[in-house]
């Protein structure tokens, strides 16, 4: 295992999960792999499963807390292969007249985070294979923290000179 001591500086979609980027003590750019797969949740419909077969999706029956209730209802669980196709899948869905559709509205990064307990700028130690896919992490910051170390980030200055002829 590779263990690299920073900050999650960006993530971004890839086909294969996350391009988590991290930064490093030193100051350098970190690139990891991690392989997540999004997921939201569908009411039971009767064509739920002719609806997604020709998506790479994997999907089954569970039980979650609804937002407003606060009851438990049953629902579909879906993970999304690529998390790039995530946003077609569900404008896909949203046509289908009595489909019901749960988390399918936060942005993907968001959701990511989310899920992974971790946040824009964590301080922490990320372990990766000898392949660069992330496989384990341990935040050390707290996102309610006012107190904290900076990243050493470095500085561009751009401007824009305009002629006038």
Excluded at 1 to 15: E, H, P, Q
């Amino acid at each position: 295992m590779i263990t690299i001591k920073g900050w999650i500086f960006d993530a971004y979609l890839v086909s294969k999960g996350i391009s988590l980027w991290i930064i490093d003590e030193e100051g350098r750019m970190q690139t990891l792999l991690d392989p997540w797969q999004p997921k939201l949740y569908a009411g039971a419909h009767a064509d739920l499963e002719r609806l997604l077969e020709k998506w790479a999706v994997t999907f089954g029956r569970t039980e979650r807390k609804e937002f407003y209730t606060n009851s438990f209802v049953p629902v579909y669980e879906i993970r999304v292969h690529n998390p790039q196709t995530y946003e077609d899948l569900v404008r896909h869905l949203e046509q289908v007249e009595g489909l019901e559709l749960y988390n399918a509205d936060i942005p993907l990064i968001q959701a990511y985070h989310y899920e992974r307990k971790h946040f824009p700028l964590a301080r922490g130690e990320y372990e990766s294979d000898a392949n660069g896919i992330l496989r384990n992490w341990r935040i050390s910051d707290s996102p309610w923290a006012l107190d904290y170390e900076r990243p050493p980030l470095r500085f561009v200055y751009m401007s824009l000179d305009r002629r006038s002829d």
